[in-house]
């Protein structure tokens, strides 16, 4: 069974850089899909991120796209998201997920990050 | 982008009853591949958003047969009966046919 966690700091200031950890079990990241990052904003607005492929290709959100990074390491079957210059209205509830052409069908539960002086 | 509208934005339910949401996108969903990937969404209080719906009307794995989508182009409805306890929570639409893919704004079912 596919299963995702993300780990990673729930506070960081603001202007410093958020980096978050997607941990993959059940599946290997480089047999197929897109690896996402998602977030879930206060008041229920979500927004897709970004993904890096099985191929280690990434696509990115335009609205993000010069804070954003997102890589891997295919040793530890695990994906990565940084964004920097992070202010207040990057606190969300973050998730990593498996996109096919099913759409987003398996997700991490979620950590919640709060950007605070 | 693709602007993705539901609604409405709540929506009170009896237990056993039928209810309907709509989502509607900017652009028409259609993919030059002519397939239309729309998916719905719930996500349950305190846990992750799970897959309901894939390409407008098929069920996900293990998905009740309680919850059909239809629609095509760019209006869509995901329909609900005899609605359980386990059903509540909020519902999303979400497009991934044009990058960025986009979500709705989210339509939270409550029990009335």
């Known amino acids: 069974e596919i299963q995702l966690q993300e780990s990673g700091p729930g506070l960081v200031k603001p202007s410093q850089s958020l980096s978050l950890t997607c941990s993959v079990t059940g599946y290997t990241i480089t047999s197929g899909y897109d690896w996402s990052w998602i977030r879930k904003f206060p008041g229920n607005k979500m927004e897709w991120m970004g993904y890096i492929s099985n191929s280690g290709s990434t696509n990115y959100n335009p609205s993000l796209k010069i804070r954003i990074s997102i890589t891997r390491d295919t040793s530890k079957n695990q994906f990565f998201l940084q964004l920097n210059s992070v202010t207040t209205e990057d606190t969300a509830t973050y998730y990593c997920?498996?996109?096919?052409?099913?759409?987003?069908?398996?997700w991490g539960q979620g950590t919640l990050v709060t950007v605070s002086s | 982008d693709v602007v993705m509208t539901q609604t409405p934005v709540s929506l009170s339910v009896s237990l056993g009853g039928q209810v309907s949401i709509s989502c509607r996108s900017s652009?028409?969903?259609?993919?030059?591949?002519?397939?239309?990937?729309l998916s719905w969404y719930l996500q349950k209080p305190g846990q992750s958003p799970q897959l309901l719906i894939y390409?407008?009307?098929n069920r996900f794995s293990g998905i009740s047969d309680r919850f059909s989508g239809s629609g095509s182009g760019t209006d869509f409805t995901l329909k609900i009966s005899r609605v359980e306890p386990d059903d509540l929570g909020v519902y999303y639409c979400g497009q991934g046919t044009q990058y960025p893919w986009t979500f709705g704004g989210g339509t939270k079912l409550e029990l009335k």
């Open positions: 652009q028409s969903l259609v993919h030059n591949n002519g397939n239309t990937y």
């Open positions: 997920a498996r996109m096919g052409i099913k759409g987003f069908a398996y």
């Open positions: 390409k407008v009307s």
